[in-house]
């Protein structure tokens, strides 16, 4: 990459999403903070810069077709390109999801942010993704999207789920897609879990710390030119689908 990466992080203002701006920032990177709520973005960003790195707020909700391309424009407006996407952004549908009892309204909210979402940014920002010389982008999943890990026989998946464990299926899906699509391009694009970290998410109850989580994205995001596309990756390996 010539000059300075720009990166852009959605949901980074906390969790995980933080800790990956945090991580790319002390890269050397430049690092778009992408959250909804003004004050917690800025927060964050005033957080990392008082850490060394070179932050800047962007306004962006995925679910807003008007912010998403607000986002963009300002994107162009500070660098005309993008090297780095990190499609963090990402909610439960609201809990329990039990299949035979869960509000279809649950499982709408997951798909729209967790899948329609990183659709919306994704394809708002692949012009400008075009113009980086080592594009890549890293869509975050979970290894509760995995059908594999899930119809394992004694596995332990977490609770059982009809919104948040399916629409990380369908975002590994949708990875695979944009790969096929984009295999004679540079662009790189891969799925990351990062496995089951204390975040506001899931109450805190998680075992791994958010920077833990953080480091599959980093490393993935900066991927040679020769590194794997349409795959999904935790810190020990390929996750299996």
């Known amino acids: 990459m010539s000059g300075q990466t720009i990166a852009l992080v959605t949901g980074a ?21 992408g959250a909804r709520d003004e004050a917690r973005r800025e927060a964050a960003v005033q957080k990392l810069r008082a ?8 306004p962006l909700d995925v679910t807003d077709d008007a912010s998403v391309a607000a986002a963009a424009r300002l994107l162009e ?3 005309d390109r993008l090297d780095v996407l990190v ?26 942010t967790n899948v329609i ?19 890549r982008i890293v869509n975050m999943s979970s ?12 596995a332990d998946t977490g609770p059982i789920s009809a919104a948040y464990a399916p629409s990380k299926t369908f975002l590994n899906a949708l990875t695979v897609q944009y790969a096929k699509e984009l295999r004679d391009t540079n662009i790189l694009i891969n799925a990351a879990c990062p496995g089951y970290c204390a975040t506001d998410l899931n109450g ?38």
Not at 51 to 58: E, M, N, P, R, W
Not at 216 to 240: C, K, N, Q, Y
């Open 77 to 79: 407006e500070r660098a």
């Open 204 to 241: 805190f109850r998680g075992v791994r710390t958010p920077e833990q989580g953080a480091a599959i994205a980093i490393r993935l995001a900066s991927l040679p030119d020769d590194g794997p596309t349409g795959a999904f990756f935790d810190e020990d390996g390929v996750v299996p689908w």
């Open 87 to 112: 499609n963090n952004a990402g909610v439960t549908g609201g809990m329990p999801q039990t299949p035979t009892t869960v509000d279809p309204s649950a499982v709408r909210t997951a798909v729209e």
């Open 117 to 135: 979402g990183v659709i919306r940014v994704t394809n708002a920002l692949l012009p400008l993704l075009r113009r980086s010389a080592s594009p």
């Open 13 to 33: 203002n906390k969790g995980i999403g933080y800790e990956i701006a945090a991580g790319l920032g002390a890269l050397g990177w430049s690092v778009g903070v």
């Open 51 to 58: 850490g060394g790195a070179d932050a800047f707020g962007v």
């Open 143 to 154: 290894s509760v999207g995995s059908l594999t890990r899930q119809t394992a026989p004694g």
